[in-house]
Each structure stands twice: as structure tokens, then as C-alpha cells.
């Protein structure tokens, strides 16, 4: 099931989309999928972010090439931070690039929503805890990170609003333990890169999180990104593909301050 979150003419809804047309649901799906019996058509329709203003967690380091290529030793437990709720925005929407930034780069990333939420998930019960799946994009302004990290911190250099595009849809039957994801700047392919590379699998991480935390319907897991990381100037198109979600698609722009 393929379920977007979208602007109509009268509204702002979830819906189930197959061939163009979208069945339009009562409420959120987190819990439950009820459909009104409204259709809407794809093309009459703006897609949003698939959760609006979610908590974003984020795990560093969590494909082994990518940690190879950053010189950092393979994490013996998931590297946590979080992003701010007001990162997040939706397939087509601008990344804006810092007008004090140097070197941002882009991240292609799995993401999980989830959909029913707990304490103590065990890692066999963890994915039926998560609703699907989409794209992400982690964008990142690396010397602010650089500079927070010495001090143990991931929150600004990742925390700029814009910063946590996802989309285009959210995919709940879907294995997420084979899932190739890429990136295009430009058109050109800058990572290709499989979830079996990942350290910690989306279950393991759910189960993790939960130990310490509530997780809640909507919140949003990016699982990390492969290699081939790389800068990103306005002008730029950036493309997050995942076969069997589809494809994120931002232009980057140069932010007004």
C-alpha cells in the first residue's frame, strides 16, 4: 500500500494512492487505514511531507562503506541524534542553502515512520511497530557539525529548517533489509548503496530507541546513508530514489539569511 499525505483544493489529507488516483482517508494512518469513499486524481494534488512536523531521529555512521570513507571505526551501538520537527519538508520543496554555509552536503537515506508506538519493543516485534517507508535526504552543513561534534553534539549543523526532506510517498509493504538507495545531483548518480550494508537494521533500531525513549505514532527514523556523500550549491537538483517508493525530488536554493 502506497499512502500519501497531500493538498487538495479543500484540504490537507492522507490517502492511498495506485494508477494516479488516491483514495481519500478519514484522519491519520498510524493506527489505521479507514477510507471516506472520496477519490482524489495524483495530478490534481500537491504532495506534503508524509508526516506533518514529526520528531526525526537520526543514526550516524550506519552503513559500514560510509563510516569506511568517514576513517571511523564501525559504531559497537547505534550513533543516535535528532533533528528538528521544523527540518522536515515534502517532495518538491526547496532546500535551502545557508547563506553563511560552506560545505553542506546531501545524504540519501531509508526512512521509517512509525505507525504504532511503545516503550521496550522487543527487535522481533519492532517492525510491526513501523506503519512504512520513504525517502529521506539528511542534509547536513558539515562545518557547523564538525565543530559541534568535538563537544559530543549533532543538533544545528543538521537542525536548519528544510534540511529533512522526505517523500514522495509512504510504503508499508515493503522489505526494508534489500533496499537499494540513490542518489542523483544533477542527474548523475552520486550513491548507490543497499540497506544489507546497513550496521543496524531498522528493527534493531526501533528496539534500541524504545529502551530509552516513548516512541509515537508518526515519528520518523532516517537509518543512515551510504557512501559517496558529497556538496551540494544552489542550483542543484537532488534526487533520492528507493525502488519501490519512489523518487524525492528538491531543488536547493540560496536561503534569504
Known amino acids: 500500500m502506497k499512502i500519501v499525505r497531500y493538498r ?14 488516491i483514495d481519500r482517508l478519514a484522519g491519520e494512518p498510524f493506527e489505521g487505514v479507514e477510507r471516506t469513499g472520496k477519490e482524489d486524481q495524483l495530478s490534481d494534488v500537491r504532495l506534503l511531507c508524509p508526516v506533518e512536523r514529526p520528531r526525526i531521529f537520526g543514526v550516524a555512521y550506519n552503513y559500514r562503506q560510509h563510516t569506511d570513507e568517514s576513517g571511523k571505526e564501525q559504531p559497537t551501538l547505534p550513533v543516535l541524534f535528532m533533528k528538528p520537527s ?110 544489507r550494508d546497513l550496521v543496524y ?20 527514523i532516517m537509518t543512515g546513508t551510504p557512501a559517496g556523500v558529497g556538496p551540494i550549491v544552489p542550483g542543484d537538483e537532488l534526487e533520492v530514489e528507493i525502488p519501490g517508493i519512489g523518487v524525492l525530488k528538491n531543488p536547493v536554493v540560496a536561503a534569504l539569511h
Open 8 to 21: 487538495s483544493v479543500d484540504g490537507m489529507y492522507y490517502g492511498v494512492e495506485s494508477e494516479g488516483r
Open 86 to 195: 521544523t527540518a522536515a519538508s515534502g517532495n518538491g520543496d526547496a532546500i535551502e542553502y545557508p547563506s553563511d554555509g560552506e560545505i553542506v552536503h546531501y545524504e540519501a537515506e531509508l526512512v521509517a515512520i512509525i505507525g504504532k508506538g511503545g516503550r521496550h519493543i522487543s527487535k522481533e516485534d519492532a517492525l510491526r511497530h513501523v506503519l512504512g517507508y520513504t525517502c529521506g535526504n539528511d542534509i547536513s552543513d558539515r562545518i557547523i557539525q564538525r565543530q559541534e561534534s568535538k563537544f559530543g553534539c549533532l543538533l544545528a549543523g543538521k537542525g536548519y529548517d528544510s534540511f529533512a526532506p522526505m517523500g514522495p510517498a509512504i510504503v508499508t509493504d515493503i522489505d526494508p533489509t534489500n533496499l537499494d538507495v540513490i542518489l542523483r545531483q544533477n542527474g548523475a548518480v552520486k550513491q548507490a548503496g543497499n540497506t
Open 201 to 220: 537494521p531498522v528493527a534493531d533500531i526501533v528496539a534500541y530507541l524504545s529502551r530509552f525513549m516513548t516512541l509515537l505514532p508518526g515519528d520518523v
